[in-house]
């Protein structure tokens, strides 16, 4: 994507050839500020105090992770740590654990002097792979926004509600549920996006809306509680979002509040769909509610809030009593039966294991 100008990807190998350099997000929208990662220590820092975030970004930053910490080690012994460490960094988005087995894998049967290289080389083509996959999602996507077009009249544009940031910035490139709609708009598609703000980090206010606005996408960002009474009132054609996690039933882990966005969307008779890039399918799990890790953040993301001065600086102010207790449920699982379909790279799929087994065959498991 570009920004002002210039083509950026959400990661990238720094001129040194050794570190790698990522975008704040914390600081996002009021600021662009690159960060430079050195070893798996301040990878796993990066992930975890969502400097980057977003689930391809951050199986992409784990990778790299490991690259950088296999460069200072080589050994069993260290790789088995830094492989802990990054894995510990956030229990949700499948991605994460996904790329390092990856890594990990490929660099193990190597001698240690080879295996920095090849980590390098597997994160670099984990990151290629995903830009790849993202497009694909956004050209099967391109084709369910061109059908509700055609079944609407009049030159009203089609509306698309989404939820949290599953842009270009939650992956390598593109994004997953934006990339549908970044293609629409660029094949002359009147496409009109309500953004979720996204309590409590605002993903949605901050880094969907920067997005959308870069690439010039008309959007209205509206509070999280709006969704259900646009749906009600026939604004919204389509709800469109990402996911951390999916299980191979179908059932998806996404930021919080996607559950009542699609609850809203099956009264109102809005099609739910889901991007979802395959490292993000959890095959070894069926049931999303009991078995996917919900992670806890810390109170203060509920009680405090972060915005820009009138001087500029970035500034967080608390905006509940004193001594307040908050819980902050980072995500929430959206039974299958509730996702009218699942967007991946090979084409668009009911939310079940026969819908996703027919388009990943080399997951059927032989009947024992
Ligand atoms: O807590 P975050 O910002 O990492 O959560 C991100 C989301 O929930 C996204 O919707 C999800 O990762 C899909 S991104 C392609």
């Known amino acids: 994507m570009k920004i002002h100008g210039q083509q950026y990807r959400s990661i990238w190998l720094a001129d040194d050839g050794r570190s790698v350099q990522i975008i704040d997000q914390t600081r996002l929208p009021h600021d662009f500020s690159i960060m430079t990662l050195r070893d798996a220590q301040s990878a796993a820092r990066a992930i975890r105090e969502m400097w980057v975030r977003g689930a391809p970004l951050i199986g992409a930053t784990a990778a790299y992770g490991m690259a950088l910490g296999v ?4 050994s069993d012994q260290a790789i088995a740590g830094y492989q802990e460490l990054l894995l510990m960094a956030r229990p949700t988005a499948v991605n994460l654990r996904w790329a390092l087995e990856r890594v990990v894998g490929r660099i193990m049967p190597l001698p240690k002097e080879q295996r920095a290289a090849a980590a390098y080389a597997e994160a670099a083509v984990i990151c290629d792979e995903d830009v790849a996959i993202n497009s694909a999602i956004g050209n099967h996507g391109l084709e369910l926004i061109k059908g509700i077009r055609r079944n609407k009249s009049g030159k009203e544009p089609v509306r698309i509600l989404t939820h949290c940031n599953a842009g270009w ?3 390598v490139d593109w994004g997953t549920a934006l990339a549908p709609i970044y293609k629409a708009h660029d094949a002359g598609i009147h496409v009109q996006v309500w953004v979720d703000e996204t309590r409590p980090r605002n993903q949605g206010a901050t880094l969907t809306a920067w997005e959308l606005g870069a ?31 999916t299980t191979k039933r179908g059932d998806v882990c996404n930021k919080i509040g996607t559950y009542l966005k699609a609850l809203a969307a099956q009264d109102n008779h809005v099609p739910f769909y889901v991007a979802l890039p395959s490292p993000t399918i959890d095959w070894q799990i069926d049931d999303g509610l009991q078995e996917i890790p919900i992670e806890e953040r810390g109170p203060e993301e509920v009680t405090h809030i972060q915005g820009k001065a009138s001087d500029g600086q970035l500034l967080k102010v608390q905006i509940s009593p004193d001594n307040t207790t908050a819980r902050n449920p980072a995500f929430d699982v959206t039974p299958a039966t509730l996702v009218t379909g699942l967007i991946t790279e090979r084409g668009i799929c009911e939310a079940s294991e026969d819908g996703l087994v027919a388009l990943f065959p080399e997951h059927t498991h032989p009947a024992v």
């Open 215 to 245: 690439h010039g996408v008309p959007f209205d960002l509206v509070v999280d509680n709006a969704g259900g009474h646009l749906m009600q009132h026939g604004a919204v054609d389509l709800c469109l979002v990402g996911t951390d996690r």
């Open 169 to 171: 910035l939650a992956t």
């Open 71 to 74: 460069y200072n080690d080589p």
